[in-house]
């Protein structure tokens, strides 16, 4: 059974930064691309950013340019490094394995219970 556990969330002014970490149990690592999704109030959750296992990344045209996802595989770790964070960045962020990356891609495995990051002055 694979699990997540993110961390690193919190309450940030605009323009603030915080770095997200993913744990994840079971062999995926070297199997899956990775993956951060996040979900605000009353919209549907979204892929933000991945990371391959040959570490090519891709963002969402949101994100481009503040956002930094990366990967320890010896760690089973992912995590996202964002900075210049704005209110509308404000929303519970998700990891999980990414299947079907490069055609159509989805959560490969349940979720774990995420991380809030709020940005308000």
Same mark, same amino acid.
């Given at each position: 059974?694979?699990?997540?556990?993110?961390?690193?969330?919190?309450?940030?002014?605009?323009?603030?930064?915080?770095?997200?970490?993913?744990?994840?149990?079971?062999?995926?690592?070297?199997?899956?691309?990775?993956?951060?999704?996040?979900?605000?109030? &009353?919209?549907? *959750?979204?892929?933000?950013?991945?990371?391959?296992? %040959?570490?090519? +990344?891709?963002? #969402?045209? =949101?994100?481009?340019?503040?956002?930094?996802?990366?990967?320890?595989?010896?760690?089973?770790?992912?995590?996202?490094?964002?900075?210049?964070?704005?209110?509308?960045?404000?929303?519970?962020?998700?990891?999980?394995?990414?299947? &079907?990356?490069? *055609?159509?891609?989805?959560?490969?495995?349940?979720? %774990?219970?995420? +991380?809030?990051? #709020?940005? =308000?002055?």
């Amino acid at each position: 059974q694979v699990q997540f556990v993110e961390s690193g969330g919190g309450l940030v002014q605009p323009g603030g930064s915080l770095r997200l970490s993913c744990a994840a149990s079971g062999s995926i690592f070297g199997i899956f691309a990775m993956g951060w999704y996040r979900q605000a109030p &009353g919209k549907q *959750r979204e892929l933000v950013a991945g990371v391959t296992n %040959g570490r090519s +990344t891709n963002y #969402t045209d =949101s994100v481009k340019g503040r956002f930094t996802i990366s990967r320890d595989n010896a760690k089973n770790t992912v995590y996202l490094q964002m900075n210049s964070l704005q209110p509308e960045d404000t929303a519970v962020y998700y990891c999980n394995a990414v299947g &079907g990356y490069y *055609r159509d891609p989805y959560p490969a495995f349940s979720w %774990g219970q995420g +991380t809030q990051v #709020t940005v =308000s002055s």
